[in-house]
């Protein structure tokens, strides 16, 4: 059997009663993959090969209903995840507390928060004011809704680092995260606990969750010198998080095709 052999058996699985963007950007992923490892007999592939096609499966990405398939010493895992970390590595650069527990909960846009995240990290990162909103944020908010009504709003709502916006603070704030986590794995390593790292996050057994959890907000608080926030996701949740993602890319193609 072939490669591509495989994954049209593994869409056909995988695919039913998904929807239609699952199948779209699986394929996209499995063909790139392909394309590089190339499409020949499975039990062809040498040790190299499989190497290879973990990294580019790896480069890719991994969905979360795959995380929440991966076992660690054949226990299922879940996701501890550095909550707002980006903002609030900014309030420690800038030596300042937040006044608010959800740093995305944003006047005016509560219900749009999905979208004030990401805008938000984008303001973080550039050097001037944007003037049309980020690459896949459109949809996430009103028709109404203009980007500058968003920037304003998130600027008006942190007063205190308003002034760090705009100025490309975002890759101290990335290569501070960086060392927090390192260290976070370095230390569970010493405690015997395998983590995997995902970005401001880290995947490790379900039984040793709690263990985690207190070496994260730790070594936070170490590095930062203020109280850090840490969301404990399970595998179902990882699943519905997955599900949603997909529903909400559906629903964003439908509004371009209506609008077209």
Do not use: W
């Not at 209903?65 to 226990?75: C, F, Q």
């Not at 709690?210 to 994260?216: E, R, T, W």
């Amino acid at each position: 059997m072939k490669l591509s052999e495989a994954v049209g058996i593994y869409l056909r699985v995988k695919g039913r009663n998904r929807g239609g963007a699952f199948q779209r950007t699986t394929e996209r992923s499995c063909g790139y993959v392909i394309d590089i490892c190339g499409d020949k007999d499975l039990l062809a592939y040498t040790k190299g090969d499989a190497t290879r096609f973990r990294d580019v499966l790896i480069e890719r990405g991994l969905t979360g209903s795959s995380i929440a398939h991966l076992r660690i010493n054949g226990e299922e895992v879940v996701e501890l995840d550095y909550g707002q970390v980006m903002p609030r590595l900014v309030y420690a650069l800038a030596g300042k507390v937040p006044s608010m527990d959800d740093l995305y909960a944003i006047p005016c846009f509560e219900e749009h928060r999905p979208g004030i995240k990401k805008v938000a990290s984008s303001m973080l990162f550039v050097e001037a004011p944007i003037s049309r909103f980020p690459q896949d944020t459109r949809h996430l908010f009103p028709k109404s809704v203009k980007i500058g009504d968003v920037t304003e709003a998130i600027m008006a709502a942190h007063p205190e680092i308003a002034d760090s916006f705009f100025n490309g603070i975002g890759h101290r704030c990335q290569f501070l995260e960086s060392e927090i986590l390192v260290e976070v794995l370095l230390v569970l390593k010493g405690m015997g606990i395998v983590a995997l790292p995902i970005h401001d996050a880290i995947l490790v057994p379900a039984s040793a969750a709690a263990q985690a959890k207190a070496v994260m907000l730790e070594v936070f608080k170490k590095r930062t010198g203020q109280e850090g926030v840490v969301d404990l996701i399970t595998k179902d949740q990882l699943e519905a998080s997955d599900e949603a993602e997909d529903e909400a890319v559906v629903e964003a193609e439908e509004e371009l095709l209506l609008a077209a």
